[in-house]
């Protein structure tokens, strides 16, 4: 029984819509808050039935796990806001953290050119991707399977499939770091989500984002540059994904070519769950950093309850699928 | 006309547009002019150049040769940011609103007030002057709208609201509305009424582009009929009856036009060739031979 707010007025008499509207104020506020009261029962249950879950330790570790995917989901979402998508990121993953795996020990003590090399890198491909999208007109699908394809082709390339180890030591501070108590990716993703929560949320360009995903023509002819927001995104999305490649490689003290397979659907799945529309025009930071968070978490408790890693990937799929119904009732 | 008193000068003069696009020519020497606060209607067929004209106007096209005048002064209109900035703002047929936006996201959409922290380089979206701003215009067209409600849940009538009430938030003194009726579900003339009214009382002028001739009759203060690509007959309310404009829009002459009775009299059916800009509230009717300008 689906009941929208529209033929709930046309269709029903007073009384029966005042029943209507409770209904629809329940269905609301399970759409609005559906995934925090089920991030909160799953933390309840797990800190209860997993061993060692609720520790200082292994609270760090599933924030410090979920960072890589996080920082990835931070671009992924301005991307899908805009109905877009981006495949392409597994495949940065893996040439950015190749790329700087390759110049860090060359680079001595200079721990600067491989950060900006590697982040370069993923600007690179996220131009790539947004030419296609903008200039090519090619759907955005298509587009970053091609640079997904591309930029993997690439990391193989560069070192002939080959792995490449041993960092200098202010790489790996990228990755193994703390500040205080703190890790350093954790950091790295905070202060991130923050930058973009803040862009997304209260600029000009964060406002452009979400009318280009809700209506691209109606966005042209109030005088909104589409095409420069398109870019745009794409180019966030590059550098977040190079990012999370650069924390990987530090953090494995080591880059392989296949670094990031598979990202791009943990992340795509993350960002979904976090309220974001794939249709675009719809989603949040906050959303995503919770959505990122609560695979991060379930992932952990499986791992620490002993759940066979076959399971796993199916628990997500269903995540998945319940977040997607629960953003049906989400209020406008 | 030029020592004309002021305040009966035209607030914008079209004078003598071309524009090709190819071989197509879809502008022939077109000349209009509106006079501030009045409510022009602009009929015609599709492809009559009613909204190539309209996008001269609105700087979306440049034209081939002619020029606009804006309170008298030739201007241009190179980008439609110049032309918004000088008070022309259009309403499009389909409102060009962003449905998972609210209210006052909309209006300012594209034009946003922004406000400065922690210095010029860290700016902000300025929501509560949006919001503020929003409730002003609103109030001004009489149709109170919530700021923040989403315009995915308005009507057909409050959307365009929203639409002419982006027009006002930037004080516009013109306003171009192109087929105002086509996306509201009933024939909503009644309220357009009300809405022309109420932007005449505000002093702002509108052109109406439309093919329904109800519609520029009950609204309209003058029209100007469009056929392939130019001014085929300009009235002023009364003077024509819409069996005639009808006739007109499809023929482009009242030449052989038959009088079923309820017509206008016989003498004010001047037909011929004439360039006067005087003859603009008299019944004219350029005939099917001369030339382009009226």
Known sequence: MSITMDNLKTKLGP??????????????????????????????????????????????????????????????????ITAGIDLSVGSVVGLAGMTFAL??????????LPLIAGLGVGLLVGFLSAAMVV??????????????????????????????????????????????????????FLVAAIICEFVL??????????????????????????????????????????????????????????????????????????GTSLFGGVGTIRGTVIGVLLLGVVMNGMNLMGVSSYFQQGVQGVILVLAVLLNRWKSD | MTDAPPATAPLVALKDIHKTFGAVSALRGVSIDVMPGETFALLGDNAAGKSTLMKVLTGVYQPDRGSIELDGKRTEFPTPS?????????????FALADNLDVRTNIFLGREPQKNILGPLLRIIDRKKMESETKRVLERLDIPINPRLKVKRLSGGQRQAVAIGRALAFDARLIIMDEPTAN???????????????????????????HRLDEAFAVADRFAVMRQGQVVGRFRVGEVSEAQVAHLISHGTLDDYV????????????????????????????????????
């Open chain 1, 135 to 188: 200039w090519g007109a090619i759907l955005p699908f298509l587009a970053t399977l091609a640079t997904m394809a591309i930029a993997r082709t690439a990391a193989l390339v560069i070192t002939d499939g080959q792995v490449v180890s041993g960092l200098s030591g202010p790489a790996e501070w990228l990755g193994s770091g703390f500040i205080g108590p703190v890790p350093v990716p954790v950091i790295i």
């Open chain 1, 201 to 274: 949320s209260r600029t000009k360009f964060g406002s452009h984002v979400y009318a280009v995903g809700g209506n691209e023509e109606s966005a042209k002819k109030v005088g909104i540059s589409t095409s420069r927001v398109l870019f745009t995104v794409y180019l966030i999305g590059g550098v977040t994904a190079a990012l999370g490649g650069l924390v990987l490689t530090a953090r494995l003290d080591g880059a392989a070519p296949v670094a990031g397979t598979g990202y791009e659907l943990q992340v795509i799945a993350a960002v979904v769950i976090g």
């Open chain 2, 82 to 94: 110049a032309s918004r900035d000088q008070g022309v703002e259009m309403v499009y047929q389909d």
């Open chain 2, 259 to 294: 009088d079923t009775g309820s017509g206008i009299p016989e003498e004010r059916r001047k037909i011929g060739s004439t360039s006067s800009m005087e003859t603009v509230d008299a019944l004219a009717v350029r005939g099917t031979t001369n030339g382009s300008d009226l």
């Open chain 1, 15 to 80: 009384a029966e819509l005042k029943e209507g509207l409770t209904a629809t104020k329940v269905k609301r506020f399970i759409g609005d808050y559906g995934i925090i009261i089920l991030f909160v029962v799953i933390l309840v249950f797990l800190a209860a039935a997993a061993p060692n879950f609720l520790t200082l330790n292994n609270i760090v570790n599933v924030v410090r796990q979920s960072s890589i995917i996080g920082l990835i989901a931070l671009g992924m979402t301005f991307i899908m």
């Open chain 2, 184 to 210: 509201l579900s009933v024939a909503k003339v009644d309220k357009l009424i009300e809405v022309t009214q109420r932007l005449k009382d505000l002093g702002i002028a509108v052109i109406i582009i439309t």
């Open chain 1, 103 to 112: 110049l860090a020990p060359a680079s001595g003590g200079a721990f600067w």
